[in-house]
Structures are given as C-alpha cells and as structure tokens.
C-alpha cells in the first residue's frame, strides 16, 4: 500500500497547480488567444498601442493580427501561438522587454512569409524587375502597413 501521506501530498500539488494554473488562464483572458479577435492582442496593456495601429490601418478590412502573424497550416498556427503566449507572459510579468516592443528575429519571418503569401503576385513583378538582388524585406517599405502611427 502506498504511502498514505505522500500520496495526500502529491494531490495537494496537483490541485495547487491546477489551481494556480485555471485562476490564471481565467484571470488572463487565456480562451481568448484561442480565437482570431485581434481585441485578445490587446488584453495586456502593452500592446494597445499595436491594437490601435492596427485600427488604423489598411489592413483592417483584410486582415487579423493572426493572419499575419502567425503561420497558416496546422498545427504550427497553435504551436507559434503558444510559443509567444508563453515568452509574451513572461516577459510582460517580468517587465524585461523593450518599449516600445520589437518583433523578434523568428516572428519578423512568419510575418514576412504571410507578407509574400497574400500579395504573392505583386513580389513576384516587383523581385522580377529588381533582377537577382537580394530580396528586400517587405517591411523596408511597408513598415507601417499593420500598425499605422
């Protein structure tokens, strides 16, 4: 028979981190980033700013903070989601990052290749004139497309 004392120990952790965990994903609005509602991007306080670019931007009626910032295919949508849930979480609970926010090197691709995706047509007659140059990252240019100022 097992330890009667370890085993009432292991169930108060378990229910103390499922605790934890639950009043937090509640507290955190956590179903939220489930979804496509640019809104979640804007429950922590620091990416109003981004939100509000957003609203203003051009690609409002096209496009949700989603569509270009994370992959397309599954899983890999949910799996970016979650790798940036969990570092946004930390760093914002932390406070080390940089204001005004910055992309990171990873998320800046996912972006850039959603970019090409949708306006694929367009790159491709724009790269075609600039004959074998490097290509440019869309942003060079279009820096604030997403989020105007």
Known sequence: MPNQGGVLLLAALVGVAAGTGGFTFWYGRGASY???DPA???NCHIMQSQYDGWLRSSHRAAATCND????HALPFKYVTKARNGLWHSIAFT????????RIKRGNLSVTERRCRECHDTTVQMIEGVAGAREPRACITCHGEVGHAR
């Open 94 to 101: 932390t406070g080390r990052f940089p204001e005004p926010i």
């Open 34 to 36: 489930l979804t496509n």
């Open 40 to 42: 979640a991007c804007a």
């Open 68 to 71: 270009c910032h994370t992959p």
